[in-house]
């Protein structure tokens, strides 16, 4: 009997270890991709890009990672249960940026030099539309419900709205100066925009189109993840994270993480932030609970992870 | 020549329309040295803010503000060519502090939003000093000229920092 209990217990063990998130971070200065398995907190494997990745975006069903190379002028295509890149497609300009549509494709690029968004098909490989935004397009995110997409354009100090449907641009929202990572909340109502210049956070309402809270956090905030009614926001110069309440957009507390905090996602079951420290060559785990950094794990050389990086293993 | 016209026009737009536009990699780089002194005494040396003349680059110090979060000073440099920068954060009982370089012209040095640390560390009795930089290059846009590139930027960041760290190990070894 208790041997059975035992057995059972590592049954659940072994299965809670197989749908464990993993990140894909992308490592700027040492140009790959670092596979971190986040349930064992150790890295796994490391997938050679080149062109000095930047953004990432993974796909809703995990399958996917799509990679940025600004350098390298490409979109890099990788498949994350086989841990090798597929394709890379060429774009123009200096590819940053980077969304996938909740269905799996297209996948968007900002192109931040030549102030436009590129569609691209992962299916033919090819860019099969330009959109046309504002200047220097940076962040980008799709609504929940694949009909809007966003774009942070950091030179225009706007957040430009497009329709899906039609890839026309319906609508530029004020926000603060120099935008650069943008997050849409799980209900697709609001969106949050790190601004760089002014060092606050604008809270955007979807419907109305327009900026309705503007909250301030720390030195070049970068990216923005939102977990448990509350927003984590990376203060690329203070080495911190700001928390702040969604609701009242009071701040909670600052955690300090490595140097030069970036990319930053909520695991997906809500119990975890994770922080790429571009200097520090270290992914923070902050616990949600207690707001405190509970493990670092080491990434390549220069971590960046700008978008969305963490899967949910099949 | 034409190039060279356009460059300049570029690196003007750069400059007047976005300060902090900058090109697409970040750079890092950080050199240290091991210094025969205790911390507080190589602390003294170098952790004021207001005084860089342990650099020999440096010909002058000007500014305001102290060591207080939001200081300035601007540097006046041996040959010519001025770097403005501002304070950061300060932490005496770390013996660190951080700074940013507000106003630069890419000839004085290539780079652009440019952000550096100095940390005093002991090393068993010894000191070590350590000095981090992270900086994008001096070109805003993509297919920099070389003058103005990823490499250009580190190679010139680094030969300040070696050229500052010896010269603060010279002084404080050789005057103890």
């Given amino acids: 009997m208790k041997a059975l209990v035992a057995l059972a217990a590592f049954g659940l063990v072994l299965a809670g270890g197989a749908c464990a998130d993993e990140a894909f971070v992308t490592n700027q200065s040492s140009d790959d991709l670092s596979v971190l398995d986040l349930a064992a907190g150790q890295p796994v494997a490391t997938i050679p890009i080149g062109g000095r990745p930047a953004g990432v975006a993974v796909s809703t069903d995990g399958a996917r990672a799509y990679v940025t190379s600004p350098e390298g002028k490409t979109l890099s295509i990788v498949d994350t249960a086989a841990r090798k890149v597929l394709a890379q497609i060429s774009v123009a300009g200096g590819p940053l940026g980077v969304a996938v549509h909740p269905s799996g494709k297209p996948v968007y690029v900002a192109d931040w030099y030549n102030h436009k968004i590129h569609v691209v098909d992962p299916d033919s490989k090819s860019v099969t539309a330009d959109i046309q935004v504002g200047l220097s397009p940076s962040g980008l995110a799709v609504t929940p419900d694949g009909k809007t997409l966003l774009s942070a354009d950091r030179d225009s100090n706007e957040v430009s709205v497009v329709d899906v449907a039609t890839q026309k641009r319906t609508a530029r929202i004020k926000v603060g100066d120099r935008p650069f990572g943008v997050t849409i909340d799980a209900k697709g109502e609001r969106a949050y925009v790190a601004n760089v210049g002014t060092n606050n956070v604008s809270v955007i309402d979807l419907a109305k189109r327009e900026t309705v809270a503007t909250v301030p956090v720390d030195e070049r905030p970068y990216a923005v993840a939102l977990v448990a009614g509350k927003a984590f926001v990376t203060n690329q110069y203070a080495n911190s994270v700001s928390v702040f309440d969604l609701t009242s957009f009071a701040k909670i507390t600052d955690i300090p993480v490595g140097d030069y905090p970036e990319g930053i996602e909520a695991s997906t079951d809500g119990a975890s932030v994770y922080v790429s420290n571009w200097f520090a060559n270290t992914l923070s785990k902050i616990d949600v609970a207690t707001l405190k950094v509970v493990k670092d794990i080491p990434t390549g050389d220069g971590p960046r992870a700008f978008g969305t990086f963490i899967r949910k293993t099949p | ?176």
């Avoid at chain 2, 750069?14 to 902090?20: F, I, S, T």
């Avoid at chain 2, 000095?131 to 250009?152: K, M, Q, T, V």
């Fill in chain 2, 1 to 176: 020549m034409k190039f060279q016209l356009l460059a300049a026009a570029a690196l003007a737009v750069g400059a007047a329309g976005a300060a902090d536009a900058h090109g697409p990699t970040r750079q890092k780089t950080e050199q240290t040295i091991e210094i025969n002194a205790a911390p507080d005494k190589v602390w003294a040396v170098v952790g004021n803010f207001q005084d860089m003349s342990w650099h020999p680059a440096i010909q002058k110090t000007e500014g305001s503000g102290g060591n207080d979060k939001g200081a300035t000073r601007k540097l006046t440099l041996q040959g010519g060519g001025v770097i403005e920068e501002e304070l950061n954060t300060f932490d005496a009982a770390k013996m660190m502090y951080s700074y940013r370089i507000t106003n630069v012209d890419v000839k004085v040095l290539p780079v652009s939003n440019y952000s550096s640390k100095i940390t005093v560390k002991d090393a068993g009795g010894k000191s070590q000093v350590v000095w981090d930089g992270a900086f994008y290059r001096g070109f805003p846009n993509n297919d920099p000229p070389p003058e103005l590139s990823d490499e250009a930027a580190k190679k010139a960041v680094d030969g300040v920092y070696k050229a500052g760290l010896e010269a603060l190990k010279k002084k404080i070894e050789g005057g103890s």
